[in-house]
C-alpha cells in the first residue's frame, strides 16, 4: 500500500503510543495494580487501536476504491480488500 507512506510517519506515532499504552498494561498486571485501573488501561489500548484501524480504512478507501482515477477493475479489487481486511477485524 504505497499510498500509506504520505501519512506514515503520524501511523507510526499512533503505534509507539499503544506500545506505551500496552506497557502501561503489562505494568499494570506485573505490579498487581488494582483491577478496576487495569481494565481502565486495557481499554484505552483498544479504543487506540481502533482509532488507528479508522485511520487505516478511511486511507484505504480513499486510495483504492474513491479516488476519481481508478478503474472499476481497481476499485472493485479494493473493495474486496476492504471487505476481507473489515472481516479479520470483525473477528
Do not use: F, W
Not at 5 to 15: C, G, P
Request: with cysteine; aromatic share 2%; glycine share 6%.
Amino acid at each position: 500500500m504505497g499510498h500509506l507512506t504520505e501519512n506514515n510517519e503520524a501511523l507510526v506515532m499512533r503505534v509507539r503510543r499503544l506500545v506505551g499504552q500496552l506497557q502501561a498494561v503489562e505494568r499494570a498486571l506485573v505490579s498487581g495494580e488494582d483491577c478496576a485501573k487495569t481494565l481502565h488501561l486495557a481499554a484505552a489500548v483498544r479504543g487506540a487501536i481502533n482509532g488507528l484501524i479508522d485511520e487505516l480504512i478511511a486511507d484505504h478507501v480513499k486510495a483504492h476504491v474513491s479516488a476519481p482515477d481508478l478503474t472499476q477493475a481497481e476499485r472493485d479489487e479494493g473493495a474486496e480488500a476492504l471487505i476481507a481486511a473489515i472481516r479479520r477485524y470483525a473477528k
